[in-house]
């Protein structure tokens, strides 16, 4: 079984933390660090180790922010080496402590902060960081995300959209940012067209977490966006409205070609099994015939009533494919359902149920039972 994330937060990696700063200043207490960063560290989850070495870190450098940032900056190591993150694994967060470091303790030292946060976000990101400022001045803030969105760096740019995300992952809601999405979207149209590909994947998260609050208003501002777009343009849309086709949603549908009723039946669907044990694993099939005298535009996607704590199901959608199927045409889908908890998602006995979806639509593929 892979190690849980949390114990990338190891006193191995405190120690290389007191390493880097006691180069950067000499007189760096690195004993009483790393013993006050470390200790109960195996109790706690990975936000909590990193705030604690935050902390430490806030113990033990200059009592004055200036004079602790400017050792802290000269303690970070290389910037990303290219414009992307896949393949980088945990290695950047190794400076998520020195982002809450920031946060923590920066807020009333703006420039500093965000000269900080600048460099940071070359190394790791500052997303999490930044919205605390987000919350104590935005109008400042947003100010420097806009200079910042014409960045020479992807990974300052990127920041710039994921920071003021709705729902970034683990970090907290920003009141004032869910209550001016429109600010949002005027960043965002700075950066939809950016050359980076990681920027674009960060514009359409942001767009979708837009999607989760107001889908009306993400609906328009990707027809606008479509109306003179470019293959890249479209890719970002596509991923950009995923939840509301995961939804059925028929702006959305429709806006990908897809929002027609389907003319389908479910033909043969087969489950490997009727019975699982908590752990493993299903596949199941099933075919679609089309019943129209024109070819159709199918988004196919499947859902999982899984069973939650309370013994009550909770669909959670997944994405199969996109065809287009000619009259009289059969076409083959497959897939599995894993029944192995996740960080993100717990399994609980008991019956669980499978549905199809054609463009929003649902037909039932088939019914197991999860055992203890």
Not at 53 to 67: G, T, V, W
Not at 151 to 157: G, K, L
Not at 204 to 225: G, I, P, Y
Request: glycine letters at 6%; charged letters at 25%.
């Amino acid at each position: 079984m892979a190690e849980p994330l949390k114990t990338f937060f190891s006193p191995a990696l405190v120690r290389r933390i007191a390493a880097d700063v006691a180069r950067a200043s000499p007189s760096f207490p690195s004993p009483a660090f790393v013993a006050r960063a470390t200790r109960g560290l195996d109790a706690l989850e990975l936000l909590d180790r990193a705030k604690q070495i935050a902390r430490a870190l806030a113990d033990h450098l200059p009592a004055d922010f200036p004079a602790a940032i400017r050792v802290l900056l000269a303690s970070l190591g290389p910037e990303h080496a290219t414009d992307e993150l896949v393949g980088a694994g945990m290695a950047p967060f190794y400076y998520l402590p020195h982002t809450i470091f920031v946060a923590e303790r920066g807020l009333d030292h703006f420039a500093l902060s965000f000269q900080a946060q600048y460099e940071l976000t070359k190394r790791f990101t500052a997303e999490w960081s930044v919205r605390a400022f987000i919350a104590r001045d935005p109008e400042r803030t947003f100010a420097q995300l806009r200079a910042w969105a014409t960045d020479e760096n992807a990974h300052v740019r990127r920041l710039v959209s994921e920071g003021t995300r709705l729902r970034l992952p683990w970090a907290s809601r920003v009141a004032w940012l869910d209550e001016n999405p429109h600010r949002i979207l005027e960043l965002l149209e700075l950066l939809k067209h950016d050359s980076a590909s990681l920027v674009r994947r960060s514009v359409a998260n942001s767009l979708n977490d837009l999607s989760k609050v107001d889908a009306d208003l993400t609906v328009e501002t990707c027809r606008q966006w479509l109306s003179s777009a470019s293959p890249e343009t479209e890719a970002l849309v596509r991923h950009a409205l995923r939840s509301l086709v995961k939804k059925g949603h028929r702006g959305a549908l429709s806006l990908l070609g897809a929002g027609a009723r389907p003319r389908v039946e479910l033909g043969a669907s087969r489950l490997s099994s009727r019975s699982v044990r908590l752990g493993g694993e299903i596949r199941f099939s099933f075919d679609l015939a089309s019943t129209a005298r024109r070819p159709q535009d199918l988004v196919v996607d499947y859902a999982v009533h899984f069973i939650k704590a309370n013994g009550s199901p909770r669909p959670k959608v997944f994405k199969l494919k996109r065809i287009k199927l000619g009259p009289n045409e059969i076409a083959s889908f497959e897939g599995k359902v894993s029944f192995t908890d996740l960080t993100t998602r717990r399994h609980y006995p008991g019956p669980h149920r499978i549905e199809a979806l054609v463009n929003g639509v649902a037909f039932p593929v088939g019914e197991l039972h999860v055992r203890a």
